[in-house]
């Protein structure tokens, strides 16, 4: 039987992983051509998202410019998108997550295993929860991740790019790379799955200090510092909240350092730190205008990291990731990223 996939998520990383494997699965004899994409539904240009996604094979408000594949079919019902999936790909904002999953309960084929695309994290009675154990917990599938420096408007417009898996189990890290491998996207299949995981939720908080550098004017040498010291409050983020064993080895991947610097140059967590660093307007006020329906990922995070740091009574080690959260929700003026930066504890 051929392996049945499906994408659950059709926003900007959704489309563009959707034309990904849309074209690479017509190559494939090992995959049923059809791929069912969950799309949440609203009316775009007076029109349903998904009878626009399936009559022109545009996403024009996700992924504009861009055609998807023939066989890449919108549905706009979770349970029917996934209905037979042996392959179940993640990639929706993460705090849609649990009820998404919820809606899954009881839906999801025996055996399928999935693999989340989302960058974020949540709270749990125990400290940190991966987006990846929420949706282990809730459908009771194996989930791997895949992260890495992937925009993504470069991807889909097939610039050279590189990314991460994280899987423990060798045959599924072996079938997803068959499935989203192609010339211009290379994929590396590590095992250290929650530290590739976390790598992607938290260079998106490191980002918004980007973001805020940009804003106050300074110059690229800062911005290295917060990169820098960012990266270094990842690795001790990772080795006290991480289940298992962190391999610093894991950071030198596309999830890692790579990842990291994108989105301090590119991505949209930095462009709206930018924005809020001229003052005047909140963060939420500024997503809705400047990202027209995309979801911003890291000022949530900062505030999701500063809950389990407080619960773990180590607000004061992670200096940056605690200011970006306090700068951003709590009225600490920007300017004090700088005080923070200039007192941090590796300086000292
Ligand atoms: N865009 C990128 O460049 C990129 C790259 C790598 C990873 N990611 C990650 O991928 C994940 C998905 O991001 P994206 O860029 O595809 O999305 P997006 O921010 O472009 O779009 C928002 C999505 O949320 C959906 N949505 C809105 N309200 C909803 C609701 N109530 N319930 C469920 N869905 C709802 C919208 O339909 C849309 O698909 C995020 O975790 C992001 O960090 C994004």
């Not at 494997?21 to 051509?33: A, C, E, L, R, T």
């Not at 998904?50 to 996403?59: F, K, P, R, T, V």
């Not at 809950?307 to 709590?330: G, S």
């Amino acid at each position: 039987m051929p392996v049945k996939v499906s994408i659950i998520g059709a926003g900007n990383w959704g489309s563009a992983i959707a034309k990904i494997i849309g074209q690479n699965i017509q190559k494939s004899i090992k995959f049923d051509p059809v791929i069912n994409m969950w799309v949440f539904e609203e009316t775009v240009n007076g029109r349903k998202l998904s009878d626009l996604i399936n009559q022109d094979h545009e996403n024009v408000k996700y992924l504009p410019g861009h055609k998807l594949p023939h066989n890449v079919v919108a549905v706009p019902n979770v349970k029917e998108a996934a209905n037979g999936a042996d392959i179940l790909i993640f990639v929706i904002p993460h705090q849609f997550i649990p009820k998404i999953c919820d809606d899954l309960k009881g839906h999801v084929k025996t055996g399928a295993i999935g693999i989340s695309l989302i960058k974020g994290i949540d709270e749990g009675p125990g400290g940190l929860k991966l987006i990846s154990d929420i949706i282990r917990e809730k459908l009771k599938i194996e989930v791997s991740v895949l992260m890495g420096a992937n925009i993504a408007n470069e991807v889909a417009d097939e610039m050279f790019c590189e990314t991460t898996i994280g899987c423990k189990n060798p045959a599924s890290g072996k079938l997803y790379k068959e499935l989203m491998q192609t010339p211009q996207f290379r994929i590396s299949v590590v095992d250290d799955c929650d530290t590739v995981e976390l790598c992607g939720a938290l260079k998106n908080v490191v980002a918004v200090g980007a973001g805020f550098c940009d804003g106050l004017g300074y110059g690229d040498n800062t911005k290295a510092a917060v990169i820098r010291l960012g990266l270094m409050e990842m690795i001790a983020f990772a080795k006290v909240f991480c289940k298992g064993p962190v391999s610093i080895e894991t950071f030198l991947e596309s999830c890692g350092v790579a990842d990291l610097i994108t989105t301090c140059y590119g991505g949209r967590n930095r462009k709206v730190a930018e924005a809020f660093a001229y003052g005047g307007k909140s963060i939420a006020e500024l997503e809705k205008e400047m990202l027209h329906g995309q979801k911003l990922q890291g000022p949530q995070t900062s505030a999701e990291v500063y809950k389990i740091l407080k619960q773990k009574k180590m607000v004061d080690k992670f200096p940056l990731f605690v200011n970006i959260y306090l700068i951003c929700y709590q009225g600490k003026s920007v300017k004090e990223l700088i005080t923070c930066l200039q007192n941090h504890p590796h300086h000292m």
